[in-house]
């Protein structure tokens, strides 16, 4: 290889230069200015170009002051215009052009930096220095009710910052945030723009300082529950005791990722989640109303607090105590119980599960009394067995018939009609399949509607996109709706949704069971995002085992007429080794907001029940 050439060397020192940044081009243009100034002042000085007198920005002739007289000159365009002398003119002259262009140049390096600096703020690149604020890694629909959801949450609290780290535009984030959060709500909302399986990128929310951090699974992935993990994974080689929420799409993967976190990561299955709501509500009408209410920050929530005050007082006489609170249940050696037996006397290291409107409301007091002659146990009605029709089809569609089938009593059917092919499996017991179209009329007249207890309508989320698959159960759903009104029908439509704006017309003006999936598990996620323990109480919530929740007649706990005290309805469920959670007005089952469901009434109020009204209970399954 040959020896590089003078040249060559000086425009290899010349690209190393360029290339550290503003300040070495500052420095550079400096050193050249310096430069340029020494020559004319050496060649004012040897040549003897004095002017006849002093000029303006000169006190003497000596070869310092030349020296600052030029400068000045470099710096100041109009300053040549007193020089005396051609020769002295002319080398002034040029060191004001060449001021001009060293003028011009540093402009334009601050310009360039600047510039540079303001496209590194709009990437959102910087570090957060922020301390117990939460953090939400990655992006998909469900983060935006996130933040709504935790921004309700600290409406009466300390407003800790919300900090988004994902790969898509910072500025796309913040517009999107900005038109469907309101303002209103408080929480400042800090976006980063960068990739959530990235140490490096991790580092700038500051998980370290965070109070809770929220893994997404992103939309749109080839493989998203793996994303999570590696981002779970980053995580655990920094974070050692702030609680980590994990989101995953499949059961299948829920072992790979314990395996990735420590204890401290929850995991939360969306699907399998609204698969267990979907069959809840099949079972009890209202039901999706009732975990709507209690999943949201907007009027009651789960609470988990110690009582020592009420050791050896027994859960059902404990569950009167409480006047502005409800409780469903009490956390045991690390255990969650709901619906204890109503003899269970409280121990002191017990720590009660509650549903509260704040945490100020969950004081207890004296327990209230109830009328023993209004409650009748006796009465309980058998269920019977029902046929179910399922239209449309998702991938986790086979389970949820397969559960149905289980879910009710024996002799039950079901019938799945869908426009997409079914998968190659093992039949169902009691499960008929059909290939149609689910939108049309006249498959729907055809399938003899009336003869069905529940029909369920599921998107097809997975062969179309959100708002198509959505758009396509919104006709689907009108035509039920027409069909029942025209036919007296009485069979119960549970519909799933997946955008919570599609959710708000499907509800618009109908009680059916709409479940919004992308809003509830956004919803579960803030929640136990607050308060990590609450995944084992809605694992038991919404789980195959333990309690759930029922929606049942009233005429199976009380008799008689006239206004019955909450109380009463308290006693009387424990007596059927339940827990009162609430009740239902038929009248109003078709008004908006609640649909005729209260949760957490007064224990000293009281209701005036008519036929239809039902209570809201935990039961065994």
């Known amino acids: 290889m040959s020896r590089p050439t003078l040249p060559e060397r000086l425009s290899y020192w010349f690209d190393s230069v360029m290339a550290r940044g503003t300040v070495s081009l500052m420095g550079l243009l400096a ?100 301390n117990g604020h939460t953090v939400i890694l990655g992006w998909s629909s469900k983060v935006v009710p996130i933040v709504a959801e935790l921004q309700l949450a600290q409406r009466d609290s300390r407003r800790a910052p919300i900090v988004i780290v994902s790969p898509r535009d910072k500025v796309e984030v913040e517009d999107e945030l900005r038109a469907r959060v309101s303002r209103e709500r408080g929480s400042r909302v800090i976006v980063r723009s960068g990739d959530p399986m990235d140490p490096t990128d991790l580092a700038m929310a500051s998980p370290e300082a965070a109070s809770s951090i929220i893994v997404i699974s992103p ?37 790979a990722a314990r395996l990735a976190g420590s204890s401290a990561v929850r995991w939360i299955i969306g699907d399998e989640l609204i698969g267990r709501l979907t069959l809840h509500s099949v079972r009890h009408d209202g039901i999706s109303v009732v975990s709507r209410d209690l999943l949201d920050f907007e009027g009651d929530e789960f609470y988990v607090a110690a009582r020592p005050e009420l050791v050896d007082v027994p859960y059902s006489e404990a569950q009167r105590r409480f006047d502005s609170a409800t409780l469903v249940g009490l956390v045991r050696e690390g255990q969650v119980h709901l619906n204890p037996v109503g003899n269970l006397r409280l121990q002191r290291e017990d720590e009660l599960v509650l549903i509260a409107p704040n945490e ?50 024996p002799g039950s059917t079901a019938h799945v009609v869908s426009s997409e092919p079914f998968e ?92 919004v999936s992308d809003l509830l598990v956004s919803r579960l996620l803030a929640q136990v995002s607050r308060t990590p323990r609450l995944v084992d109480v809605f694992d038991q919530l919404f789980g195959h085992v333990g309690s759930e929740t029922h929606v049942r007649p009233v005429e199976q706990y009380v008799t008689g007429s006239g206004p019955v005290t909450v109380s009463t309805l308290i006693e009387a469920a424990s007596r059927r080794g339940e827990t009162f959670i609430g009740y239902r007005i038929a009248a109003r089952s078709a008004q908006q907001p609640d649909f005729g469901v209260v949760i957490n009434p007064r224990t000293s109020g009281s209701v005036t029940f008519s036929t239809g009204d039902r209570l809201i209970v935990l039961a065994d399954r």
């Not at 215009?81 to 002259?93: I, P």
């Not at 007249?445 to 029909?455: E, F, K, M, Q, R």
Request: charged share 25%.
């Open 360 to 409: 100020r409301a969950i004081g207890p007091g004296t327990p209230q009394t109830f009328d023993a002659e209004r409650i009748d146990v006796a009465h309980v009605r058998r269920e019977s067995r029902s046929r179910t029709l399922v239209l449309g089809q998702h991938s986790g569609m086979r389970s949820l018939v397969a559960s149905l089938h289980s879910y009710f009593p």
């Open 31 to 130: 050193l050249a200015s310096g430069a340029f100034i020494l020559l004319v002042t050496g060649i004012v000085v040897v040549f003897q170009l004095y002017p006849t007198r002093l000029p303006d920005g000169f006190t003497s002739l000596e070869p310092d002051e030349i020296l600052w007289g030029s400068l000045v000159r470099v710096l100041s365009a109009g300053s040549f215009r007193e020089d005396e002398g051609w020769g002295f003119r002319v080398a002034m002259l040029v060191v004001t052009i060449a001021g001009l262009i060293v003028v011009a140049s540093l402009i334009g390096i601050v310009s360039s930096a600047f510039d540079r600096r303001l496209l590194e703020l709009r990437k959102g690149r910087s570090r957060v220095l922020e």
């Open 424 to 515: 190659s499996s093992e039949p169902i017991e009691h499960v008929t399949w059909q290939r149609a179209d689910t939108t049309s009329r006249a498959v729907l007249d055809s399938l003899d509607l009336p003869a069905y207890d529940h029909v369920v309508v599921v998107p097809y989320k997975d062969a179309l996109p959100t708002h198509s698959a959505d758009a396509r159960t919104l006709v689907t759903l009108l035509h039920l709706r027409d069909i029942r009104r025209m036919t007296d029908a009485r069979f119960a439509v549970v519909t799933e949704m997946l955008d919570d704006r599609n959710g708000e017309i499907a509800d618009a003006d109908s009680a059916d069971d709409v479940i």
């Open 219 to 255: 939309d749109g992935a080839a493989e998203p529950d793996f994303e999570v993990i590696k981002s779970v994974l980053a995580l655990t080689r920094v974070v050692t005791n702030v609680p980590i929420i994990g989101e995953l799409r499949s059961a299948a993967n829920l072992e």
